[in-house]
């Protein structure tokens, strides 16, 4: 079956340690996204790509980086540079600009900073 | 910031509609409303979408004002299984950067 497929579910992590969360989609969507959301919040947006090997920075983009060299991978890392990073991380696709596709988000990965 | 607002909670008993209501004052004429909803620790689910008129799927109803300044999602018969946090967002049709997400209406069914 189609879908986003995010890996690791959960993560733990030292301090000072980058990491780095996967997301799959098998889709054929331009579009991807990564949000975070820390308890009782909504949604931040990170980064989003709308079409291979090209991305923009959302509203909290500083300590993250991500690429997206092949359509259906959006991986992001989350660096030392992140001063709280203990979050749930989730991505999404879509269709892409020009459509009004909607949004198909993956199961999430949590990850927490020791 | 996000463009749209939400009450924070609602309550519902189970079998009767939930009315969540959102309110997008500053919608432009490009701009759909969508609605997600994200049961605990799971990623949102696509409920329903519409520009002008009122919409209708297996899942609810979308009423949305003739002004477009605010809409309303139904349940119409709520069961336990739709406790959730829903989030009501504007997306423009001609591109899909930024989509902001605020914080939603937590909805309680009880029986």
């Known amino acids: 079956d189609g879908g986003i497929t995010q890996s690791p579910k959960y993560l733990f992590r030292k301090e000072g340690q980058n990491v780095t969360l996967s997301c799959e989609q098998n889709l054929n969507h331009d579009a991807m996204y990564w949000y975070r959301q820390d308890p009782g919040q909504g949604l931040r947006l990170i980064y989003y790509?709308?079409?291979?090997?090209?991305?923009q920075k959302g509203d909290i983009a500083e300590g993250y980086s991500v690429s997206r060299e092949k359509k259906e991978s959006f991986p992001l890392t989350v660096t030392s540079a992140q001063k709280n990073p203990t979050a749930f991380y989730l991505c999404?696709?879509?269709?892409?600009?020009?459509?009004?596709?909607?949004?198909?988000f993956g199961e999430g990965s949590r990850l927490t900073v020791l | 910031d996000a463009k749209t607002t939400q009450p924070p909670s609602m309550d519902c008993a189970e079998g009767r509609a939930a009315n969540l209501p959102c309110n997008h004052s500053?919608?432009?004429?490009?701009?759909?409303v969508y609605w997600y909803r994200q049961i605990h620790s799971q990623g949102p689910q696509y409920i329903i979408h519409?520009?002008?008129n009122n919409e209708t799927n297996e899942m609810a109803s979308l009423i949305i004002t003739e002004d477009r300044k605010s809409s309303t999602l139904i349940l119409p018969h709520a069961t336990l299984r739709d406790t959730a946090v829903y989030y009501c967002?504007?997306?423009?049709?001609?591109?899909?950067?930024?989509?902001?997400f605020g914080t939603g209406t937590r909805l309680q069914v009880f029986p």
């Open positions: 500053t919608i432009s004429g490009n701009e759909y």
């Open positions: 519409g520009l002008k």
């Open positions: 790509s709308q079409i291979v090997n090209d991305f």
């Open positions: 999404a696709s879509s269709t892409g600009a020009g459509v009004t596709g909607e949004l198909f």
């Open positions: 967002i504007v997306r423009p049709t001609y591109n899909t950067d930024k989509l902001i």
